[in-house]
């Protein structure tokens, strides 16, 4: 018999009260007779926000996605909304993605932010991310809310918060408001709809949002070229199928194979182990289909379309999927190629990405005389630097996570223009007789070659949320002296706001937000980097190596000695 703690059964006896319905009730108490491990898993903490909003397991409990986790944070946003402006009567656009219990969700958001006195714009169906996004702005809302758990498997949701500027909650609004939900009971929770407040929106919104995918995604590719390109795209059971074949349609891209199999949205996912398009498997059937109509490239997005993965053809003609790092050096690029000879470089410009993205991308910045910002995980922080900085101009920007932006119109990652803007540069390289995996290493050879490689391990539960938490401490209390071989001559605490110089001893402070992630330099240029999942039970390892490539018929030889490069990092920090 599973001993339940006394703090965790007072969470519980808290949830077997009138404040909450019976159907609740009954569940907690069968799972208290039958399954104690996961009422203890349901109760033991509060769902946190963490990179990408809240995301969690469905279910009943202070640390599952239901109608009062999501009710109480709606309340406090609804509460802080009218605290930050009182003249005004606030507005909120909801939007919501494939996944199970998505839509009924979204409407109790909807109709606690109605009974609050909030005007509500709520999507009439499923809607990619990056929409919401672009909505906020568009229909010049306070806030705006999507129902999502992105790539995590079909028992998980989410809700992530966006603000004014159509960027995700950001210092100092984010402290502020998760004060203001702590603060509340599950009692004080309005339910009860003002469906006067609530209107519905789709069709109006979708051409507005298109047609700026459209004109930001778009660069000069002749009609000739986007005819010659032969794509295959998969939404992945997902939000995308409703904007990026249109788009695509649209921008004049005719010869779209799309993956029947995968084309209706289902939250069971059920043709893939994993949604995530950083899974090579779950692009598998997309990559089938390719072959057999012999396509040029390949594109499938995550069920909230704000990720994508690509796959080209190779030197030798084989469908390649491309990691994250890859597809966002390729995409900056190409926005640098087309602002410069569009004469739009003038000195007040900037690229972004993230502390555990390739440092490439640096490089790329110098070459161009534009300035490189790099910020934490998540593209929350991103949309901050365009807020931050509006002085300057936002060119593009990406992380390893296979998330890009193009321009400043959509403030969040954004599969919808990233695909047509993948197009564009495959159409592009098509028609001067190149292709985009050979324009790839042409940037290696140009600006140096990295290669990077992310490897997740995930601890679920409350002993896997302990032994993440101890893998940070010991990493803290014992830094690595030497890895590979080669001596560890940096090391930045996020954590603490501390970059430790290990030859001189010098410390200097960081200058952004505290996060939990160590990055480790060594001497022969390679950088590791550790961090905990913000929204899964996983503690992950980033690996990234560099050397020079002399020339594109030396890339084979090149990547296989950085590929062993890492490999041998991984068994050095026992890894693999």
Known sequence: MIHIEPKILDRINAWLTPTFDDKTQATIKESIAHNPKDIQESFYKDLEFGTGGMRGIMGVGTNRINRYTLGKSTQGLSDYLHKSFPNETPKAVIAYDCR?????????????????????????????????????????????????????????????????????????????????????????????????????????????????????GSFNTSAEAKDDLNIVFTSLHGTSITAVPETLKRAGYKKVHLVKEQEVPDGDFP??????????????????????????????????????GVAVRNNENELQLLNGNQTMLMM???????????????????????????????????????????????????AKLIKDFSELDFIGGGEESFGFMVGDFVRDKDAVTSTLLACEIAAQAKAKGSSMFKELIDLYVEHGFYKE?????????????????????????????????????????YQLSISKNRITGEETAIDIPKSNVLIYYTE???KIALRPSGTEPKIKFYISVNTSLESASAFKETEAKLEAKIDAILKDMKLN
Not at 371 to 377: F, G, H, P, R, Y
Not at 456 to 483: C, F, H, W, Y
Request: charged share 25%.
């Open 271 to 308: 043709t893939v182990k994993s949604p995530n398009p950083e899974e090579p498997a779950a692009l598998k059937m997309a990559l089938d289909l390719a072959n057999e109509v012999h396509a040029d490239i390949v594109i499938g997005t995550d069920p909230d379309c704000d990720r994508l």
């Open 332 to 382: 900056t690029a190409f926005l640098l190629k087309h602002w410069k000879s569009d004469g739009k470089i003038k000195g007040k410009e900037f690229i972004a990405s993230t502390i555990v993205s390739t440092p490439m991308l640096n490089n790329l910045a110098a070459a161009y005389q534009v300035e490189s910002k790099i910020v934490l995980t998540g593209f929350k922080w991103i």
């Open 100 to 216: 199970h219990n998505s839509k009924s969700l979204a409407k109790v958001v909807a109709d606690v932010f109605s009974a609050n006195n909030i005007e509500v714009f709520l999507f009439e169906d499923l809607r990619p991310t990056p929409e919401l996004s672009f909505a906020v702005k568009h229909l010049n809302c306070h806030c705006g809310i999507v129902l999502t758990a992105s790539h995590n498997p079909p028992e998980y949701n989410g809700y992530k918060v966006y603000w004014q500027d159509g960027g995700q909650l950001v210092p100092p609004h984010d402290d502020a408001i998760i004060k203001v939900i702590n603060d509340l009971d599950y009692a004080d929770i309005k339910f009860e709809a003002n469906n006067n407040l609530i209107k519905y929106i789709g069709k109006d919104v979708d051409e507005a949002f298109i047609e700026a995918s459209v004109k930001n």
């Open 524 to 526: 022969d240029g390679s």
């Open 453 to 493: 490689r992310l490897v997740s391990i995930t601890k679920k539960g409350i002993e896997g949320a302990q032994e993440i938490k101890q893998m940070m401490v010991d990493a803290r209390e014992n830094p690595l002296q030497i890895v590979n071989g080669s001596k560890v001559i940096k090391i930045e605490d």
